[in-house]
């Protein structure tokens, strides 16, 4: 298993700001991925975070909109750039090991953004 | 692409009551898993139980059972002798066995509320 902590928790901004999340796992993890989840909304995949190369995104999210970085394998972070009333949601960070017979995927707490 | 499809936004049962929770999926894969997943107020998501595709028995957790049937697509969660503590979002979720790295992607469904009631 894998315990995954987020930073922050929560954040209010101010429209056109950025806002840098960090994820860290207490333990080396394969693969690492970034959720958003808008209000009331099941949760949509950014991109996933691959150790020492670029992160791979999701139709619909850009990598200058929301840089992504992975320095090592227990640690990832999500830039919201030049943000909007419309970036507001919880952001989720995720880790899993591959190969898995599991396949499970841990969660962290989450990011709740509010944008202002 | 796959998608998750649940179809009741909200579900309420008393306390010590059974509830089911429906979710189909499309896809084309022969061999994938599929997760329900369990969100309280908190925002933790936290696994509530697994499915490997390729197993015909279904999978139990305590007092969470699944019915899987492959050739209908669908996986319904069926949480027994419910607890208050069961109040939450419950997400259930797709994923495609795949070779590579990459591919253990989630793909989620809408969600279902979930309340239980004393």
């Known amino acids: 298993s894998a315990v995954i902590s987020q930073k922050p928790s929560r954040d209010i901004c101010q429209r056109g700001t950025s806002l840098t999340i960090q994820c860290q796992v207490d333990?080396?993890?394969?693969?690492m991925f970034w959720y958003r989840q808008q209000p009331g909304q099941s949760l949509t995949l950014i991109a996933t975070a691959n150790q020492g190369s670029e992160a791979t995104y999701e139709s619909g999210f850009v990598i200058d909109k929301f840089p992504i970085s992975r320095p090592n394998l227990t640690f990832s972070t999500l830039t919201v750039s030049n943000m909007s009333p419309e970036d507001s949601s919880i952001y989720l960070c995720?880790?899993?090991?591959?190969?898995?017979?599991?396949?499970?995927?841990?969660f962290g707490p989450g990011t709740r953004l509010t944008v202002l | 692409a796959q998608t998750v499809t649940q179809s009741q936004p909200e579900m309420s049962v008393q306390e010590a009551e059974t509830v089911t929770l429906s979710c189909t999926y499309d896809?084309?894969?022969?061999?994938?898993?599929l997760f329900w997943y369990k969100q309280p107020p908190s925002r933790q998501m936290i696994l509530v139980i697994r499915q490997e595709a390729y197993k015909q028995q279904n999978a139990t957790e305590n007092r969470f059972s699944v019915n899987f049937q492959k050739a209908a697509k669908s996986f319904s969660l069926k949480i027994s002798d419910s607890q208050l503590g069961d109040t939450a979002m419950y997400f259930c979720a797709f994923m495609k066995e795949s070779s590579k790295a990459a591919g253990n992607k989630l793909t989620f469904g809408g969600g279902t509320r979930v309340l239980v009631k004393p």
């Open positions: 896809t084309s894969e022969n061999n994938y898993y």
């Open positions: 333990s080396q993890v394969t693969m």
């Open positions: 995720s880790a899993c090991v591959w190969p898995s017979s599991y396949n499970e995927q841990f």
